[in-house]
Protein backbone atom coordinates (compact mmCIF):
# COMPACT_ATOMS: atom_id res chain seq x y z
CA UNK A 1 0.00 0.00 0.00
CA UNK A 2 1.37 3.87 -0.40
CA UNK A 3 0.18 7.25 -0.26
CA UNK A 4 -0.50 9.75 -2.17
CA UNK A 5 -1.43 13.22 -1.95
CA UNK A 6 -2.19 13.90 -5.65
CA UNK A 7 -5.65 15.95 -6.26
CA UNK A 8 -6.70 16.27 -9.57
CA UNK A 9 -9.20 19.34 -9.75
CA UNK A 10 -12.24 19.35 -11.66
CA UNK A 11 -11.59 21.70 -14.36
CA UNK A 12 -8.56 19.68 -15.25
CA UNK A 13 -10.84 16.32 -14.99
CA UNK A 14 -13.16 17.93 -17.70
CA UNK A 15 -10.49 19.57 -19.88
CA UNK A 16 -9.21 15.74 -19.76
CA UNK A 17 -12.94 14.05 -20.38
CA UNK A 18 -14.03 16.87 -23.24
CA UNK A 19 -10.96 16.51 -25.39
CA UNK A 20 -12.14 14.60 -27.98
CA UNK A 21 -15.30 16.41 -27.89
CA UNK A 22 -15.13 20.05 -27.07
CA UNK A 23 -18.93 21.22 -28.52
CA UNK A 24 -20.08 18.33 -26.50
CA UNK A 25 -19.49 18.88 -22.76
CA UNK A 26 -18.88 15.59 -20.45
CA UNK A 27 -21.61 14.36 -18.42
CA UNK A 28 -21.38 13.97 -14.72
CA UNK A 29 -23.85 12.52 -12.71
CA UNK A 30 -23.84 13.75 -8.91
CA UNK A 31 -25.51 11.26 -6.34
CA UNK A 32 -26.58 13.75 -3.48
CA UNK A 33 -27.75 11.88 -0.25
CA UNK A 34 -29.62 12.19 2.97
CA UNK A 35 -26.53 13.08 4.64
CA UNK A 36 -25.61 16.16 2.68
CA UNK A 37 -29.64 17.14 2.22
CA UNK A 38 -30.02 16.94 5.95
CA UNK A 39 -32.36 19.91 6.29
CA UNK A 40 -34.41 21.68 3.31
CA UNK A 41 -31.90 24.73 3.90
CA UNK A 42 -29.10 22.93 3.04
CA UNK A 43 -30.45 22.98 -0.50
CA UNK A 44 -28.21 25.57 -1.28
CA UNK A 45 -24.90 23.70 -0.63
CA UNK A 46 -26.99 20.96 -2.91
CA UNK A 47 -27.14 24.31 -5.95
CA UNK A 48 -23.50 25.56 -4.75
CA UNK A 49 -22.08 22.00 -5.88
CA UNK A 50 -24.44 21.80 -9.18
CA UNK A 51 -23.09 25.21 -10.17
CA UNK A 52 -19.93 24.44 -9.38
CA UNK A 53 -19.88 21.80 -12.10
CA UNK A 54 -21.95 23.74 -14.51
CA UNK A 55 -19.19 26.10 -14.23
CA UNK A 56 -16.37 24.47 -14.94
CA UNK A 57 -17.87 23.18 -18.34
CA UNK A 58 -20.05 19.83 -17.23
CA UNK A 59 -23.68 18.83 -17.79
CA UNK A 60 -25.07 17.49 -15.00
CA UNK A 61 -27.79 14.94 -13.60
CA UNK A 62 -28.27 15.46 -10.12
CA UNK A 63 -29.86 12.02 -8.35
CA UNK A 64 -31.71 13.00 -5.29
CA UNK A 65 -32.22 11.41 -1.93
CA UNK A 66 -34.99 12.93 0.19
CA UNK A 67 -34.08 14.59 2.92
CA UNK A 68 -32.36 13.55 5.98
CA UNK A 69 -34.77 11.35 8.33
CA UNK A 70 -38.28 11.88 5.76
CA UNK A 71 -37.86 8.41 4.33
CA UNK A 72 -37.79 6.85 7.93
CA UNK A 73 -40.51 9.46 9.12
CA UNK A 74 -42.66 8.04 5.95
CA UNK A 75 -41.77 4.39 6.34
CA UNK A 76 -42.75 4.41 9.99
CA UNK A 77 -46.36 6.84 9.23
CA UNK A 78 -46.87 3.09 6.86
CA UNK A 79 -45.73 1.22 9.75
CA UNK A 80 -48.36 2.23 12.33
CA UNK A 81 -51.16 1.58 9.67
CA UNK A 82 -50.22 -1.89 8.89
CA UNK A 83 -47.32 -3.63 10.10
CA UNK A 84 -46.08 -5.44 6.85
CA UNK A 85 -47.27 -2.38 4.49
CA UNK A 86 -48.62 -2.88 1.12
CA UNK A 87 -45.79 -3.38 -1.34
CA UNK A 88 -47.87 -1.95 -4.34
CA UNK A 89 -48.58 1.15 -1.73
CA UNK A 90 -45.71 2.01 0.08
CA UNK A 91 -43.34 3.26 -3.09
CA UNK A 92 -46.18 5.49 -3.68
CA UNK A 93 -45.50 7.00 0.05
CA UNK A 94 -41.91 7.28 -0.20
CA UNK A 95 -41.54 9.02 -3.51
CA UNK A 96 -43.07 12.24 -1.59
CA UNK A 97 -39.71 12.83 -0.10
CA UNK A 98 -37.71 12.07 -2.80
CA UNK A 99 -40.21 14.24 -5.10
CA UNK A 100 -39.56 16.78 -2.27
CA UNK A 101 -35.66 17.23 -2.30
CA UNK A 102 -35.46 17.11 -6.37
CA UNK A 103 -38.34 19.77 -6.81
CA UNK A 104 -36.51 21.78 -3.66
CA UNK A 105 -33.27 21.30 -5.90
CA UNK A 106 -34.64 22.63 -9.52
CA UNK A 107 -36.10 25.89 -7.36
CA UNK A 108 -33.03 26.80 -5.90
CA UNK A 109 -31.17 26.31 -9.10
CA UNK A 110 -33.94 28.53 -11.10
CA UNK A 111 -32.90 31.50 -8.14
CA UNK A 112 -29.71 31.51 -9.18
CA UNK A 113 -30.27 31.06 -12.89
CA UNK A 114 -29.37 27.47 -14.11
CA UNK A 115 -31.60 26.10 -16.28
CA UNK A 116 -32.56 22.26 -15.32
CA UNK A 117 -35.13 19.90 -16.13
CA UNK A 118 -36.99 18.52 -13.07
CA UNK A 119 -37.26 15.07 -14.56
CA UNK A 120 -39.77 11.97 -13.18
CA UNK A 121 -38.36 8.55 -13.29
CA UNK A 122 -40.90 7.64 -15.95
CA UNK A 123 -39.91 10.65 -18.00
CA UNK A 124 -36.44 9.18 -18.75
CA UNK A 125 -37.88 5.50 -18.74
CA UNK A 126 -36.26 4.20 -15.83
CA UNK A 127 -37.23 0.67 -15.45
CA UNK A 128 -36.98 -2.02 -12.65
CA UNK A 129 -37.16 -5.56 -12.12
CA UNK A 130 -38.12 -7.89 -8.70
CA UNK A 131 -38.89 -6.91 -5.74
CA UNK A 132 -41.14 -3.68 -5.58
CA UNK A 133 -39.81 -2.53 -2.43
CA UNK A 134 -36.09 -3.88 -3.46
CA UNK A 135 -35.96 -3.84 -6.91
CA UNK A 136 -32.91 -4.29 -9.49
CA UNK A 137 -32.50 -1.39 -12.25
CA UNK A 138 -32.95 -2.90 -15.90
CA UNK A 139 -33.33 -0.31 -18.11
CA UNK A 140 -33.46 3.80 -19.04
CA UNK A 141 -33.94 6.06 -22.10
CA UNK A 142 -30.42 7.54 -22.46
CA UNK A 143 -31.42 9.40 -25.34
CA UNK A 144 -34.47 11.14 -24.13
CA UNK A 145 -31.44 12.16 -21.46
CA UNK A 146 -29.04 13.14 -23.60
CA UNK A 147 -31.21 15.32 -25.14
CA UNK A 148 -32.31 17.30 -22.31
CA UNK A 149 -28.86 17.82 -21.31
CA UNK A 150 -27.68 19.15 -24.56
CA UNK A 151 -30.95 21.66 -24.44
CA UNK A 152 -31.03 22.28 -20.85
CA UNK A 153 -27.25 21.20 -19.05
CA UNK A 154 -28.96 19.81 -16.05
CA UNK A 155 -31.44 17.15 -15.01
CA UNK A 156 -33.12 16.84 -11.50
CA UNK A 157 -34.62 13.35 -10.59
CA UNK A 158 -35.20 11.46 -7.22
CA UNK A 159 -33.05 8.60 -7.45
CA UNK A 160 -34.83 5.80 -5.10
CA UNK A 161 -37.44 4.88 -7.65
CA UNK A 162 -38.45 3.21 -10.61
CA UNK A 163 -41.48 1.69 -12.83
CA UNK A 164 -41.84 -2.09 -13.81
CA UNK A 165 -42.69 -3.85 -16.24
CA UNK A 166 -46.46 -3.41 -15.32
CA UNK A 167 -46.25 0.50 -14.55
CA UNK A 168 -45.93 0.21 -10.86
CA UNK A 169 -43.78 2.35 -8.78
CA UNK A 170 -40.54 0.14 -7.16
CA UNK A 171 -38.05 1.17 -4.74
CA UNK A 172 -34.42 0.34 -4.90
CA UNK A 173 -33.79 -0.40 -1.55
CA UNK A 174 -30.82 0.39 0.55
CA UNK A 175 -28.53 2.55 -1.02
CA UNK A 176 -31.07 2.44 -3.98
CA UNK A 177 -30.34 6.10 -4.85
CA UNK A 178 -25.99 5.53 -5.34
CA UNK A 179 -27.33 2.42 -7.18
CA UNK A 180 -29.36 4.80 -9.87
CA UNK A 181 -26.40 7.21 -10.21
CA UNK A 182 -23.90 4.12 -11.19
CA UNK A 183 -26.64 2.41 -13.58
CA UNK A 184 -27.05 6.04 -15.30
CA UNK A 185 -23.36 7.27 -15.18
CA UNK A 186 -22.89 3.71 -17.10
CA UNK A 187 -25.64 4.23 -19.38
CA UNK A 188 -25.22 8.16 -20.72
CA UNK A 189 -21.57 7.04 -20.17
CA UNK A 190 -20.71 9.73 -18.29
CA UNK A 191 -17.22 10.85 -17.57
CA UNK A 192 -18.08 11.02 -14.01
CA UNK A 193 -19.76 9.52 -11.02
CA UNK A 194 -19.69 11.45 -7.78
CA UNK A 195 -21.37 10.42 -4.91
CA UNK A 196 -21.50 13.07 -2.33
CA UNK A 197 -21.47 12.08 1.24
CA UNK A 198 -21.30 13.54 4.83
CA UNK A 199 -17.68 12.38 4.75
CA UNK A 200 -14.80 12.70 2.16
CA UNK A 201 -14.45 9.74 0.75
CA UNK A 202 -13.91 6.07 2.22
CA UNK A 203 -11.84 5.37 5.23
CA UNK A 204 -10.54 2.16 6.94
CA UNK A 205 -13.26 2.54 9.92
CA UNK A 206 -15.85 5.31 11.00
CA UNK A 207 -13.86 8.75 10.82
CA UNK A 208 -16.45 9.84 13.65
CA UNK A 209 -15.47 7.50 16.26
CA UNK A 210 -13.49 7.96 19.39
CA UNK A 211 -9.42 6.91 19.12
CA UNK A 212 -7.03 7.47 16.91
CA UNK A 213 -7.76 8.94 12.79
CA UNK A 214 -8.27 6.12 10.51
CA UNK A 215 -6.57 6.49 7.07
CA UNK A 216 -8.71 7.69 4.13
CA UNK A 217 -8.40 6.33 1.03
CA UNK A 218 -7.49 7.96 -2.36
CA UNK A 219 -8.06 5.21 -4.75
CA UNK A 220 -9.34 1.56 -3.33
CA UNK A 221 -10.50 -1.62 -5.17
CA UNK A 222 -14.39 -2.45 -5.38
CA UNK A 223 -13.94 -5.18 -3.19
CA UNK A 224 -12.47 -3.57 -0.09
CA UNK A 225 -14.98 -0.29 -0.71
CA UNK A 226 -17.67 -3.19 0.14
CA UNK A 227 -15.71 -4.87 3.23
CA UNK A 228 -14.87 -1.29 5.24
CA UNK A 229 -17.37 1.55 3.41
CA UNK A 230 -20.23 -0.32 3.37
CA UNK A 231 -21.78 2.41 5.55
CA UNK A 232 -20.64 5.15 3.14
CA UNK A 233 -21.50 3.11 -0.15
CA UNK A 234 -24.20 0.75 0.07
CA UNK A 235 -22.65 -2.71 -1.07
CA UNK A 236 -25.87 -3.01 -4.21
CA UNK A 237 -24.37 0.04 -5.85
CA UNK A 238 -20.43 -0.79 -5.85
CA UNK A 239 -21.21 -4.38 -6.83
CA UNK A 240 -22.86 -2.77 -9.73
CA UNK A 241 -20.36 -0.51 -10.42
CA UNK A 242 -18.11 -3.58 -10.50
CA UNK A 243 -20.27 -5.64 -12.80
CA UNK A 244 -20.18 -2.40 -15.25
CA UNK A 245 -16.75 -1.42 -14.68
CA UNK A 246 -17.70 1.77 -13.48
CA UNK A 247 -15.07 4.11 -11.10
CA UNK A 248 -16.67 5.70 -8.24
CA UNK A 249 -16.40 8.83 -6.32
CA UNK A 250 -17.01 9.33 -3.15
CA UNK A 251 -16.27 12.81 -1.78
CA UNK A 252 -17.93 15.61 0.77
CA UNK A 253 -18.98 18.75 -0.51
CA UNK A 254 -16.95 21.78 -2.01
CA UNK A 255 -14.43 19.24 -1.71
CA UNK A 256 -11.60 18.47 -4.99
CA UNK A 257 -10.33 15.69 -3.43
CA UNK A 258 -12.36 12.28 -3.34
CA UNK A 259 -12.05 8.53 -2.82
CA UNK A 260 -11.63 6.38 -6.33
CA UNK A 261 -12.98 3.46 -6.19
CA UNK A 262 -12.82 0.79 -8.93
CA UNK A 263 -10.06 -1.22 -10.65
CA UNK A 264 -7.52 0.08 -8.84
CA UNK A 265 -4.82 -0.24 -5.83
CA UNK A 266 -5.55 0.43 -2.74
CA UNK A 267 -3.46 4.09 -1.83
CA UNK A 268 -3.68 6.47 0.64
CA UNK A 269 -4.31 10.05 0.75
CA UNK A 270 -2.54 12.24 2.89
CA UNK A 271 -5.12 14.62 4.84
CA UNK A 272 -4.50 18.36 5.64
CA UNK A 273 -6.77 19.72 7.89
CA UNK A 274 -9.38 21.97 6.05
CA UNK A 275 -9.03 25.65 6.11
CA UNK A 276 -10.97 27.84 7.79
CA UNK A 277 -10.44 31.24 6.17
CA UNK A 278 -10.48 34.84 7.59
CA UNK A 279 -13.08 36.84 5.41
CA UNK A 280 -13.26 41.01 5.22
CA UNK A 281 -16.76 41.36 3.66
CA UNK A 282 -17.11 44.97 2.01
CA UNK A 283 -20.67 46.46 1.36
CA UNK A 284 -24.10 44.52 2.18
CA UNK A 285 -26.10 45.50 -0.21
CA UNK A 286 -28.16 43.46 -2.13
CA UNK A 287 -25.49 41.05 -3.61
CA UNK A 288 -23.36 41.69 -0.07
CA UNK A 289 -26.51 40.35 1.67
CA UNK A 290 -26.39 37.26 -0.78
CA UNK A 291 -22.89 36.45 -0.37
CA UNK A 292 -23.02 36.95 3.42
CA UNK A 293 -25.92 34.27 3.39
CA UNK A 294 -23.74 32.13 1.66
CA UNK A 295 -20.71 32.73 3.86
CA UNK A 296 -22.99 31.74 7.51
CA UNK A 297 -23.60 28.32 5.95
CA UNK A 298 -20.31 27.51 6.02
CA UNK A 299 -18.75 28.12 9.45
CA UNK A 300 -16.50 25.23 9.24
CA UNK A 301 -14.85 27.05 6.22
CA UNK A 302 -15.23 30.79 7.03
CA UNK A 303 -14.99 33.20 9.75
CA UNK A 304 -16.43 36.65 8.93
CA UNK A 305 -13.64 39.03 10.92
CA UNK A 306 -14.51 42.48 9.32
CA UNK A 307 -18.26 43.65 7.43
CA UNK A 308 -17.32 47.07 6.12
CA UNK A 309 -20.45 49.53 5.43
CA UNK A 310 -21.59 53.41 5.05
CA UNK A 311 -23.70 53.17 8.41
CA UNK A 312 -23.31 50.24 10.81
CA UNK A 313 -26.51 51.40 12.42
CA UNK A 314 -28.46 50.40 9.45
CA UNK A 315 -27.39 46.97 9.78
CA UNK A 316 -27.48 46.37 13.30
CA UNK A 317 -30.74 44.23 13.58
CA UNK A 318 -30.21 42.53 9.84
CA UNK A 319 -26.80 40.37 10.13
CA UNK A 320 -25.69 38.13 13.31
CA UNK A 321 -22.06 39.53 12.91
CA UNK A 322 -22.96 43.10 14.52
CA UNK A 323 -19.82 42.96 16.28
CA UNK A 324 -17.82 42.83 13.22
CA UNK A 325 -19.56 45.82 11.45
CA UNK A 326 -17.24 49.15 10.74
CA UNK A 327 -17.50 51.88 8.24
CA UNK A 328 -13.63 52.34 9.23
CA UNK A 329 -11.96 51.36 6.06
CA UNK A 330 -8.58 50.85 7.93
CA UNK A 331 -10.04 48.13 9.77
CA UNK A 332 -9.97 46.53 6.58
CA UNK A 333 -5.81 46.46 6.41
CA UNK A 334 -6.24 45.03 10.44
CA UNK A 335 -8.47 42.80 10.06
CA UNK A 336 -6.25 40.09 9.52
CA UNK A 337 -8.24 38.64 6.63
CA UNK A 338 -7.12 35.75 4.22
CA UNK A 339 -9.64 36.99 1.83
CA UNK A 340 -11.50 40.33 0.92
CA UNK A 341 -14.98 40.09 -0.67
CA UNK A 342 -15.20 43.55 -2.78
CA UNK A 343 -18.91 44.22 -3.54
CA UNK A 344 -18.94 48.27 -3.03
CA UNK A 345 -18.58 48.58 -6.54
CA UNK A 346 -16.93 52.23 -8.18
CA UNK A 347 -13.54 52.79 -8.50
CA UNK A 348 -12.00 55.08 -5.83
CA UNK A 349 -12.34 53.15 -2.57
CA UNK A 350 -12.51 50.00 -4.31
CA UNK A 351 -9.62 50.10 -5.57
CA UNK A 352 -7.75 51.63 -2.67
CA UNK A 353 -9.36 48.02 -0.67
CA UNK A 354 -8.45 45.91 -3.17
CA UNK A 355 -4.60 47.07 -4.31
CA UNK A 356 -4.04 47.50 -0.54
CA UNK A 357 -5.28 43.39 0.51
CA UNK A 358 -3.67 42.12 -2.79
CA UNK A 359 0.40 43.95 -1.38
CA UNK A 360 -0.47 42.16 1.62
CA UNK A 361 -0.76 39.12 0.25
CA UNK A 362 -4.81 38.56 0.87
CA UNK A 363 -6.79 36.90 -1.91
CA UNK A 364 -9.65 38.89 -3.29
CA UNK A 365 -12.78 38.25 -4.76
CA UNK A 366 -14.81 41.09 -6.78
CA UNK A 367 -17.59 41.85 -9.09
CA UNK A 368 -16.95 44.90 -9.74
CA UNK A 369 -16.27 45.05 -13.62
CA UNK A 370 -15.36 48.83 -13.76
CA UNK A 371 -12.44 48.50 -11.20
CA UNK A 372 -11.31 45.36 -13.81
CA UNK A 373 -12.03 47.11 -17.06
CA UNK A 374 -10.06 50.06 -16.11
CA UNK A 375 -7.70 48.97 -13.83
CA UNK A 376 -6.36 45.58 -14.34
CA UNK A 377 -2.59 45.53 -15.06
CA UNK A 378 -2.18 47.51 -11.71
CA UNK A 379 -3.98 44.61 -9.74
CA UNK A 380 -2.37 41.77 -11.55
CA UNK A 381 1.23 43.76 -10.44
CA UNK A 382 -0.17 44.42 -6.79
CA UNK A 383 -1.24 40.81 -6.49
CA UNK A 384 1.86 39.61 -7.80
CA UNK A 385 3.01 35.94 -6.98
CA UNK A 386 1.38 35.81 -3.17
CA UNK A 387 -2.33 36.59 -4.18
CA UNK A 388 -4.95 35.75 -6.48
CA UNK A 389 -7.89 38.28 -7.81
CA UNK A 390 -11.25 36.81 -8.80
CA UNK A 391 -14.54 38.20 -10.54
CA UNK A 392 -16.16 35.63 -12.23
CA UNK A 393 -19.33 37.58 -11.31
CA UNK A 394 -18.30 40.62 -12.76
CA UNK A 395 -19.07 39.59 -16.19
CA UNK A 396 -23.01 38.51 -17.01
CA UNK A 397 -23.97 37.72 -13.13
CA UNK A 398 -23.94 33.53 -13.14
CA UNK A 399 -23.39 32.48 -16.89
CA UNK A 400 -19.78 31.27 -17.04
CA UNK A 401 -18.87 33.37 -19.80
CA UNK A 402 -15.42 33.50 -18.71
CA UNK A 403 -14.82 30.65 -17.57
CA UNK A 404 -15.45 28.57 -20.99
CA UNK A 405 -13.39 31.25 -22.37
CA UNK A 406 -10.25 30.64 -19.94
CA UNK A 407 -11.09 26.85 -20.64
CA UNK A 408 -9.91 27.75 -24.28
CA UNK A 409 -7.13 29.22 -23.39
CA UNK A 410 -3.82 28.23 -25.74
CA UNK A 411 -5.95 25.29 -26.88
CA UNK A 412 -8.52 26.13 -28.72
CA UNK A 413 -8.29 30.16 -30.56
CA UNK A 414 -11.67 32.24 -30.57
CA UNK A 415 -12.61 34.31 -33.42
CA UNK A 416 -15.60 36.34 -32.18
CA UNK A 417 -18.05 36.47 -29.11
CA UNK A 418 -21.23 37.50 -29.10
CA UNK A 419 -23.26 38.51 -26.31
CA UNK A 420 -26.59 40.23 -23.86
CA UNK A 421 -23.95 41.00 -20.96
CA UNK A 422 -26.15 43.21 -19.02
CA UNK A 423 -29.19 41.74 -17.46
CA UNK A 424 -31.15 44.87 -16.43
CA UNK A 425 -30.71 46.46 -20.09
CA UNK A 426 -32.18 43.06 -21.22
CA UNK A 427 -35.20 43.34 -18.66
CA UNK A 428 -35.70 46.84 -19.52
CA UNK A 429 -35.88 45.86 -23.31
CA UNK A 430 -38.39 43.19 -22.38
CA UNK A 431 -40.61 45.76 -20.59
CA UNK A 432 -40.70 48.00 -23.76
CA UNK A 433 -41.66 45.18 -25.99
CA UNK A 434 -44.66 45.96 -23.85
CA UNK A 435 -45.43 48.80 -25.21
CA UNK A 436 -44.57 50.96 -22.36
CA UNK A 437 -42.09 53.91 -21.91
CA UNK A 438 -38.21 54.08 -21.10
CA UNK A 439 -38.89 55.80 -17.96
CA UNK A 440 -41.43 53.22 -16.68
CA UNK A 441 -39.44 50.36 -18.19
CA UNK A 442 -36.17 51.66 -15.73
CA UNK A 443 -38.59 52.49 -12.96
CA UNK A 444 -39.57 48.74 -12.49
CA UNK A 445 -36.06 47.43 -13.28
CA UNK A 446 -35.14 49.48 -10.30
CA UNK A 447 -38.18 48.36 -7.99
CA UNK A 448 -36.90 44.42 -8.83
CA UNK A 449 -33.52 45.59 -7.84
CA UNK A 450 -31.76 45.48 -11.15
CA UNK A 451 -30.95 48.93 -11.85
CA UNK A 452 -28.74 51.32 -9.43
CA UNK A 453 -30.71 54.99 -8.82
CA UNK A 454 -28.49 55.71 -11.43
CA UNK A 455 -29.35 53.89 -14.38
CA UNK A 456 -27.14 55.19 -16.88
CA UNK A 457 -24.24 52.34 -16.83
CA UNK A 458 -27.19 49.95 -17.86
CA UNK A 459 -29.22 52.08 -20.57
CA UNK A 460 -25.94 54.21 -21.93
CA UNK A 461 -24.21 50.65 -22.85
CA UNK A 462 -21.58 51.34 -20.98
CA UNK A 463 -21.97 48.66 -18.05
CA UNK A 464 -21.82 46.02 -21.33
CA UNK A 465 -18.88 48.03 -22.91
CA UNK A 466 -16.79 47.24 -19.40
CA UNK A 467 -17.97 44.12 -19.59
CA UNK A 468 -17.08 43.09 -23.37
CA UNK A 469 -13.62 44.85 -22.62
CA UNK A 470 -12.95 42.00 -19.93
CA UNK A 471 -14.15 39.45 -22.27
CA UNK A 472 -11.66 40.53 -24.79
CA UNK A 473 -8.59 40.81 -22.41
CA UNK A 474 -9.56 36.92 -21.70
CA UNK A 475 -10.00 35.72 -25.16
CA UNK A 476 -7.65 37.45 -27.37
CA UNK A 477 -5.21 38.70 -24.74
CA UNK A 478 -5.22 42.22 -25.26
CA UNK A 479 -6.44 45.32 -22.89
CA UNK A 480 -8.36 47.35 -24.72
CA UNK A 481 -8.77 51.69 -23.73
CA UNK A 482 -12.75 52.02 -22.68
CA UNK A 483 -13.10 55.03 -25.00
CA UNK A 484 -12.55 52.60 -27.96
CA UNK A 485 -15.47 50.86 -26.88
CA UNK A 486 -18.45 52.13 -28.80
CA UNK A 487 -21.50 51.68 -26.82
CA UNK A 488 -25.30 53.00 -28.07
CA UNK A 489 -27.88 54.00 -25.73
CA UNK A 490 -31.12 52.62 -25.14
CA UNK A 491 -32.00 56.31 -25.19
CA UNK A 492 -32.22 56.49 -29.10
CA UNK A 493 -34.51 53.95 -29.78
CA UNK A 494 -38.02 55.43 -31.06
CA UNK A 495 -40.55 55.42 -29.40
CA UNK A 496 -42.89 51.95 -30.00
CA UNK A 497 -39.59 50.35 -32.06
CA UNK A 498 -39.06 47.88 -29.36
CA UNK A 499 -42.59 46.73 -29.62
CA UNK A 500 -43.32 47.10 -33.39
CA UNK A 501 -40.18 44.89 -33.99
CA UNK A 502 -41.97 41.99 -31.80
CA UNK A 503 -44.96 42.44 -34.07
CA UNK A 504 -42.30 41.61 -37.10
CA UNK A 505 -41.52 38.81 -35.56
CA UNK A 506 -37.97 40.67 -34.22
CA UNK A 507 -36.91 41.33 -31.12
CA UNK A 508 -34.55 43.97 -30.44
CA UNK A 509 -31.36 43.95 -27.63
CA UNK A 510 -28.25 45.06 -26.60
CA UNK A 511 -25.29 43.05 -28.64
CA UNK A 512 -21.80 42.91 -27.34
CA UNK A 513 -19.37 41.85 -29.91
CA UNK A 514 -15.47 41.22 -29.67
CA UNK A 515 -14.30 40.03 -33.14
CA UNK A 516 -10.92 39.84 -34.66
CA UNK A 517 -10.77 41.36 -38.26
CA UNK A 518 -7.26 42.28 -40.72
CA UNK A 519 -6.99 45.90 -38.26
CA UNK A 520 -6.91 43.75 -35.18
CA UNK A 521 -10.17 43.55 -32.85
CA UNK A 522 -13.27 45.29 -33.41
CA UNK A 523 -15.53 46.09 -29.93
CA UNK A 524 -18.83 47.34 -29.98
CA UNK A 525 -22.06 47.49 -27.99
CA UNK A 526 -25.46 47.98 -30.29
CA UNK A 527 -28.94 47.77 -30.27
CA UNK A 528 -29.96 45.24 -32.96
CA UNK A 529 -33.16 43.53 -34.72
CA UNK A 530 -32.59 39.73 -33.88
CA UNK A 531 -34.76 36.81 -35.44
CA UNK A 532 -37.33 35.85 -32.39
CA UNK A 533 -35.93 32.43 -33.22
CA UNK A 534 -32.38 33.44 -32.06
CA UNK A 535 -30.82 32.01 -28.33
CA UNK A 536 -30.52 35.98 -27.74
CA UNK A 537 -34.24 36.81 -28.49
CA UNK A 538 -35.10 33.71 -26.19
CA UNK A 539 -33.64 35.34 -23.30
CA UNK A 540 -36.45 37.22 -21.58
CA UNK A 541 -36.50 39.42 -18.42
CA UNK A 542 -32.95 39.65 -16.50
CA UNK A 543 -31.66 36.42 -18.47
CA UNK A 544 -28.23 36.65 -20.13
CA UNK A 545 -27.35 34.92 -23.10
CA UNK A 546 -23.10 34.55 -24.72
CA UNK A 547 -22.33 32.69 -28.32
CA UNK A 548 -18.55 31.95 -28.24
CA UNK A 549 -17.21 31.52 -32.11
CA UNK A 550 -14.07 29.43 -32.71
CA UNK A 551 -12.18 29.42 -35.49
CA UNK A 552 -12.27 25.59 -35.95
CA UNK A 553 -15.69 26.48 -36.73
CA UNK A 554 -17.13 25.22 -33.23
CA UNK A 555 -20.13 27.45 -31.21
CA UNK A 556 -20.52 27.27 -27.73
CA UNK A 557 -23.67 28.94 -26.58
CA UNK A 558 -24.39 29.65 -22.86
CA UNK A 559 -27.86 31.36 -21.12
CA UNK A 560 -28.81 32.22 -17.74
CA UNK A 561 -29.66 35.12 -16.01
CA UNK A 562 -27.22 38.04 -16.14
CA UNK A 563 -28.42 40.07 -13.19
CA UNK A 564 -29.88 39.99 -10.13
CA UNK A 565 -29.12 39.08 -6.31
CA UNK A 566 -28.63 35.07 -6.49
CA UNK A 567 -27.35 34.60 -9.70
CA UNK A 568 -24.87 37.17 -8.89
CA UNK A 569 -23.75 36.32 -5.86
CA UNK A 570 -24.19 32.55 -6.30
CA UNK A 571 -21.20 33.25 -8.84
CA UNK A 572 -19.32 35.66 -5.98
CA UNK A 573 -19.60 32.50 -3.78
CA UNK A 574 -18.53 30.33 -6.30
CA UNK A 575 -15.11 32.41 -6.87
CA UNK A 576 -14.92 32.22 -3.04
CA UNK A 577 -15.01 28.56 -2.67
CA UNK A 578 -12.89 28.11 -5.43
CA UNK A 579 -9.92 30.42 -2.94
CA UNK A 580 -11.25 27.75 -0.29
CA UNK A 581 -10.20 24.41 -2.54
CA UNK A 582 -6.91 26.05 -3.41
CA UNK A 583 -6.07 26.62 -0.10
CA UNK A 584 -7.00 23.09 0.56
CA UNK A 585 -5.00 21.87 -2.09
CA UNK A 586 -2.14 23.41 -0.70
CA UNK A 587 -2.48 22.44 2.53
CA UNK A 588 -2.73 26.23 3.66
CA UNK A 589 -5.15 26.45 6.60
CA UNK A 590 -5.02 29.91 6.65
CA UNK A 591 -5.09 32.04 9.81
Given amino acids: MTQ ?81 PNPEHLPKLLR ?33 EGDLLDA ?40 GTDLTAVFLAEELEADRVRLLKDVDGVYQADPKAEGESPGRFATTSWDICV ?3 GAVVQPKAVTEAKERGQTLEVASYGREDATLV ?20 LGLGAVGRGVYEHLIKHPEYFEIVNVLVRSPKKYQGVIAHKDRLTSDAASVGTSGADLVVELIGGLTDARDHVIDALKRGADVVSAN ?47 KIEALLNGTCNFILGKLEEGGSLDAAVKTAQDKGFAEADPSADVDGRDAAEKLAILARHAFGVSVPMDEVAA ?34 SLAVRLEEVDAASPFAKAKAEAGCAKIYYEDGGVVTLTGKGAGRWPTSEAVFADIMDVWRKKAMSGDAGG
Fill in 4 to 84: SNEIVSLAERRSAAAADSPDAPPIAVLKFGHSVFQTPDDVTRVANEIYRHVREGWRVVAVMSAIGGETGDLLRLAEDLEET
Fill in 96 to 128: VGEYKAAALTALALSRIGVAAVLADPQDFGLTA
Fill in 136 to 175: NLASVDAAWLKARLSEVGVVVAPGFLAYDEKGRLAALGRG
Fill in 227 to 229: EVG
Fill in 262 to 281: GDLDTTFHIAAAPPRLKVAL
Fill in 369 to 415: KTLVAYHYPELVEAAGAAASLRYSAAVAGGIPVIEEIDRSAGKRPIR
Fill in 488 to 521: ESLRTLKDGAVADAVRRGKAVKQIARCEKNDDGL
